[in-house]
């Protein structure tokens, strides 16, 4: 194979020893980023090419710009430690929280949100560590003014509450879910040993039939929570029937796709917040 003594480029002739200079693009080996600083354009050492190998500091592209903060053995790729694997697709990273730097191990689990049945995203609801209340009185009898009692006078522990501090303002409770069709009650009791509140409550995630009301009485020796039944209109077909003794406080159990956990929200929290 013969090689030409000229190149011609629109029409001009080269010399010779300016073909020997022109590279094919496809012939350039693009190395990986080293670990060497950066440094301008115009000192960067040449490009290695094909059957030879570059000095320590050589960069492709010769791009200062590119290597402005890549150090990737010395702060594994970036001057603040971070990783490419740390950088997360259009969203901003969370460095710290709190006022406390967040390593990147901990980084994919801060500041986590949980997605409801519904779609909706809600932050996780720290837990309270309640104690269920499985005994209590319940009384109803039928009567016109519609009122049902709850009675509790000892807690799961054994305490009785004539044996406790307990005040209205240690009581909550309210209906829950989206029809105002569960209770959640709520009792605290302080710990002179820990100097911090144990806590209990009773829950019905379904009522027995419709109430309007609740009215809390702390008692020397006992709670009465009473509810107030809804007095429907006559033409609805259940009217009479909710009037009448409610068996128990609890109704048969649905399913609560709003996400909600009545048990570990701070009712106590929310009436100091006014909600």
């Known amino acids: 194979h013969t090689k030409p003594t000229t190149v011609r480029d629109n029409g001009t002739a080269r010399p010779p020893a300016e073909q020997e200079n022109l590279k094919n693009v496809s012939s350039v080996k693009q190395d990986p980023p080293n670990t060497g600083k950066g440094e301008p354009a115009a000192t960067a050492p040449a490009t290695a090419t094909n059957g030879s190998s570059g000095g320590a500091d050589e960069k492709p592209f010769k ?35 709190g006022g406390n730097a967040k390593n990147p191990k901990d980084l994919a689990s ?22 269920s209340i499985n005994r209590f009185l ?16 000892t807690l799961p522990d054994g305490k009785k509450w004539a044996d406790t501090s307990i005040t209205k303002q240690d009581v909550a409770a309210k209906f ?27 829950y019905a995630s379904t009522l027995h039939g419709d109430a309007i009301d609740i009215k809390i009485i702390v008692k020397a020796k006992k709670l009465i929570v009473k509810l107030t039944k809804k007095r429907l209109y006559a033409h609805e077909a259940w009217a009479k029937d909710n009037l ?26 929310l009436q100091e917040e006014g909600r």
């Open 244 to 269: 009448k003794v409610w068996p128990s406080l609890f109704g048969p159990p649905r399913k609560r796709p709003d996400g909600t956990d009545p048990i570990n929200e701070d009712l106590f929290l």
């Open 176 to 202: 829950v879910h989206r029809w105002n069709d569960g209770l959640i009650i709520q009792i605290r009791s302080i710990n002179t040993d820990t100097d911090t509140f144990d806590r209990y409550h009773l």
């Open 138 to 153: 319940w009384d109803d009898d039928g009567g016109e003014e519609g009122i049902a009692k709850i009675y509790i006078d």
């Open 110 to 131: 801060a500041g986590k949100e949980t997605e409801s049945s519904g779609g909706a995203l809600k932050k996780k609801i720290p837990k309270l560590n309640s104690i």
């Open 63 to 97: 791009s200062s710009y590119y290597y402005a903060h890549n150090q990737l053995k010395k702060s594994g790729g970036y001057k603040d430690g971070l990783k490419a694997e740390d950088y997360q697709m259009n969203a901003p990273k969370l460095l710290s929280k």
